[in-house]
């Protein structure tokens, strides 16, 4: 079935659920085609879940009237015209008070306008890069994990995982995405991975959308890296994978959060990644609250979940018990205002917290060894 069939689907069971009730729409502009569509997908199937959820209790209460909730997407095609054409439409169309997304693509060129808008409209986003902060933004959050913020703890306990393995220094090279999460992540990992005592080797830089990596990956193995540090979601960077074991690559990788095992393995065989370092969050502890969204995940898209529907189910129902709270489906000023107050609740599987003015909030990130199928070690 084709997304914008699943998407259908998912809004007319939804409608109906609520057909007599008044309706508030938030905007998703989303990855929806092209080689980054399976991205997407997955973010758009975690938003489809918290509607369902929402819907099916009677919608959302604000200013004693219920509300029925309608996502409203738009295909962004990971291009940044093109995100910043979804997001203009959202607004001067459909009067979003907020829009949702996942990647930087969508984010940066949305946030240069957002604000200014009539209506204007909270932008809650997944981008990990420190420029979305910087952008003295009112109406900015970040639903994700800051790689700025992260990244010192988490190298330190990388280096010290390898003392107690008895590793020797080890040296780290970088296959980087062409886009602000790519540099943010590498910059600090790089930075702190220094700190930590550990060596840089070389960088290769790739374009979003890349599926020939053999180049960029033959020069970067000529520095003889023990590892490579792969920002970059499942589907991107398995071929990367494969690609560099075809090559003569025996190190280990290291992968950042948007990418889990699990759904690794449905691009590239286990194998060819067993031994490699993963970051992992409160979403990796399997808790009840994540049990429970796997169950409702599973109902509405058939697949298994991944960090990204996660994401997309969190930021949903973070703008929506911000609209509860500030008693306003519309003042993009007043949900804004709510959003640090609901953090609390159970929705908010990924463990985001500490939201500040600027937009930024803070998590805790750990590495994970995944050793064989079906077997994970957190060392934290």
């Not at 962004?76 to 607004?91: E, I, M, N, V, W």
């Not at 589907?235 to 190190?251: D, H, N, V, Y």
Request: hydrophobic letters at 40%.
């Amino acid at each position: 079935m084709k997304l914008k069939t699943i998407i259908h689907a998912s809004l007319l069971s939804c409608s109906t659920t609520l057909a007599m009730a008044q309706t508030v729409q938030i905007g998703v502009p989303a990855i929806q085609s092209g080689t980054m569509a399976q991205y997407g997908i997955n973010f758009v199937n975690g938003v489809n879940t918290a509607l369902q959820e929402v819907n099916a209790a009677g919608g959302i209460k604000v200013g004693g009237s219920s509300y029925k909730v309608e996502a409203v997407y738009c295909d962004t095609q990971a291009d940044s015209a093109k995100s910043a054409a979804c997001g203009r439409r959202l607004s001067s169309q459909n009067k979003v008070a907020a829009m949702i997304m996942a990647t930087s693509i969508e984010t940066f060129p949305i946030i240069g306008f957002n604000a200014t808008s009539n209506p204007p409209f909270v932008v809650v986003s997944s981008s990990a890069s420190n420029k979305l902060v910087q952008a003295n933004n009112p109406l900015v959050v970040r639903y994700w994990y800051n790689t700025y913020s992260y990244m010192p703890g988490l190298t330190a306990k990388f280096a010290q995982t390898f003392k107690n393995e008895g590793r020797k220094s080890s040296k780290v090279g970088f296959m980087q995405s062409e886009d602000e999460f790519g540099k943010a992540w590498v910059d600090t990992f790089s930075e702190g991975w220094k700190k930590a005592g550990g060596q840089v080797g070389s960088l290769s830089t790739w374009v979003i959308g890349t599926t020939d990596f053999y180049p960029q990956i033959t020069s970067l193995l000529r520095d003889k890296p023990d590892l490579i540090g792969l920002p970059g979601a499942c589907p991107a960077i398995a071929p990367i994978i494969k690609q560099s074991r075809e090559l003569g690559f025996t190190g280990d990788f290291i992968i950042d959060l948007a990418c889990d095992p699990d759904e690794l393995g449905k691009f590239v065989k286990a194998d060819l990644y067993k031994n490699t370092y993963f970051l992992g969050s409160q979403w990796n502890l399997d808790s009840a609250s994540v049990k429970r969204f796997k169950e409702q995940y599973a109902k509405v898209s058939k697949t298994d979940p991944t960090v990204i529907s996660a994401d997309g189910y969190g930021q949903m129902m973070w703008v929506l018990k911000a609209m509860e709270k500030a008693g306003t489906t519309t003042d993009a000023a007043k949900i804004r205002q709510s959003m640090g107050e609901v953090l609390a609740g159970d929705w908010n599987l990924l463990g985001i917290s500490n939201l500040h003015a600027n937009g930024e909030t803070v998590a805790n990130v750990f590495p994970r060894r995944f050793l064989d199928a079906g077997k994970m070690s957190n060392l934290d």
